[in-house]
C-alpha cells in the first residue's frame, strides 16, 4: 500500500487527484473515490467502494465492500444539479448501502449523522435529512426527502414513504410501511404501519427516568384517546404537560406542517 500524510492507500485503488483526503485515512483495495470528495480524519473503505459527486465523510467513518456514496439520485427530475451528501463522524456503512445526494426540490442536501449504523443493502434515497445515532437494519428503504430523528431504530426491511418524518427515539418494525409520520418515542408495525404504543424498551435503554416515561405514557393515553378530535385533545394535553419537555416535543411535532398523516393507533387507522 502506498502511504501519503499517515494515510493508506491500495495500489489498486482509483482516488481523483483533486480528492481531499485526511491524515490516517485507510483506502483499500479497487475502491473508487471521486474528485468532489472530502474524507475526513481516519476514515476506512474497506475495499470496492465508491465515493463520488460532492460528498463528505466525517471522521472515523467506517464503509464496507460494495457501498455507493454520493451517486447521482434516482429522480426523474434531477438534471444534473450540483447537490452535495454528506456523513457524519463515526458513522458506519455496510455493505451493499446506497445513499444519494439532495435535489433541487429538496435543499440539494442529503445527509447522515454521527454515530450511525447503517446495515447492509439499506438505501437512503435523495433529500433525507438522518440524525445522529440512527440504526437502520438491512434492507430499510427510505424515500425521498424524509426525515429520521436522533436514536431512531428501523427494523429490517422496512420501507418509509416519501416526505415522513419519524421522531427522536422511535421504532420501526421490521417489514413494515411506514407511510404516515410517526411521533417521537413511538413504536409503529405493519403494512401499513400503525402506532403500536411507545418505543419502552428504547427509552429503557437511554436512560429517561421512571417519572419520564409515566408523563409520556400517560400523555401518549390522553392524545389517542377515543373521546373527542386531535386538535382538543392536544390542547388538553398541551395544558397537562406544559412543562414537560419530551410530551410537548410530541404535541410539538404532531401539530408541525407536514405533507403526510400521523401514525395512528390500530383502532383509530383512517378508513
Known sequence: ?????NTQIHPTAIIDPATKVGSNVKIGP????????????GVVLRSHVVVEGDTSIGAKSELFPFCVVG????????????SSTVIGSETVIREHVTIHPGTEGGGLETRVGDKCLIMVGAHIAHDCQVGNHVIMANNATLGGHVSIGDFAVLGGICGVHQFVRIGHHAMVGGLSGVENDVIPYGSVLGNRAFLSGL?????????????????????????FAEEGNMTERLTDVSEMFKDHAAVMEIVHFIQADSSRAV????????A
Not at 500500500?1 to 500524510?5: G, V, Y
Not at 401514525?263 to 383512517?270: D, I, L, N, S, V
Open 199 to 223: 418505543n419502552l424498551v428504547g427509552l429503557k435503554r437511554r436512560g429517561f427516568s421512571r417519572e419520564d416515561i409515566h408523563a409520556l405514557r400517560a400523555a401518549y393515553r390522553l392524545m
Open 30 to 41: 479497487y475502491c473508487t473515490v471521486g474528485a468532489g470528495v472530502h474524507l475526513g480524519d
Open 263 to 270: 401514525c395512528q393507533p390500530q383502532t383509530k387507522r383512517a
Open 71 to 82: 451517486a447521482p439520485p434516482q429522480d426523474l427530475k434531477f438534471h444534473g444539479e450540483k
Open 1 to 5: 500500500m502506498t502511504e501519503i500524510k
